[in-house]
């Protein structure tokens, strides 16, 4: 079956720009999380969902990040005013159930952001 | 959750086995370990989790010292498809979300 999905895999933006990054989990899961992975380095947590409930979103860097799930599918990932510092491949991953143990989750190919 | 050390690359002969390491002296008792993989350019892909007893499935198979401070993911027959960054992570049962290190790079050589 599908997997999670993510649009576009590359943006480049200019420096104060925003942008919006999307993400299409997969069918009838419930949680979707969001992660930034700086070059280099393991993905950081930025937030997560139940259904349409932003239950976290205590790893979004600034209050120039925004995320929202609607109708408790698609998600999209919004920064403000990029900076240089913004730079970074963004994941995303959805699992079936409402957290624990019992759900793995899938990542998608993630979003490699280049701000300049 | 706990901290990990894991050693920062590897490599292995194709189709030997591969043993990455993982020590996390800290680890609680509510906490699982989880092992998972990420292939150049794309997200990480879930391979095994355990909390004391050896576990094995179709990926891998994982070993965890009976004091639960380290384990160790056995590959049994690499591949160069295995090549990756695996990350070794304790999990809390009640947590959400996946607490990353900066894994062991594996370079499966020919």
Redesign the interface.
């Known amino acids: 079956g599908a997997g999670v999905s993510q649009s576009p895999r590359y943006k480049v933006a200019k420096r104060g720009q925003d942008v919006a990054l999307r993400c299409d989990p997969i069918s009838g899961h419930v949680s979707l999380f969001w992660y930034q992975q700086a070059l280099g380095q393991g993905p950081e947590f930025l937030t997560y969902f139940q259904n349409e409930a932003q239950l976290d979103k205590s790893g979004l860097p600034s209050d120039r990040f925004f995320a929202e799930r609607p109708e408790g599918s698609v998600s999209t990932l919004k920064i403000q005013r990029t900076q240089q510092e913004d730079s970074a491949v963004y994941l995303c991953a959805s699992s079936l159930g409402a957290g624990g143990l019992r759900y793995e989750q899938y990542f998608g190919p993630g979003t490699r952001l280049t701000v300049t | 959750d706990a901290k990990t050390t894991q050693p920062p690359s590897m490599d292995c002969a194709e189709g030997r086995a591969a043993n990455l390491p993982c020590n996390h002296s800290t680890i609680s008792g509510n906490e ?1 370990v989880y092992w998972y993989r990420q292939i150049h ?6 391979i095994i ?1 355990g909390l004391k007893n050896n576990e094995t499935n179709e990926m891998a198979s994982l070993i965890i010292t009976e004091d639960r401070k380290s384990s160790t993911l056995i590959l049994p027959h690499a591949t160069l498809r295995d090549t990756a ?1 695996y ?1 070794c992570i304790p ?1 809390r ?11 062991t790079q594996l370079t499966v050589l020919p």
Do not use: C
């Open positions: 699982y350019s794309q997200g990480p892909q879930y989790h960054v990350y999990r049962g009640s947590a959400r979300q996946l607490t990353f290190g900066s894994g």
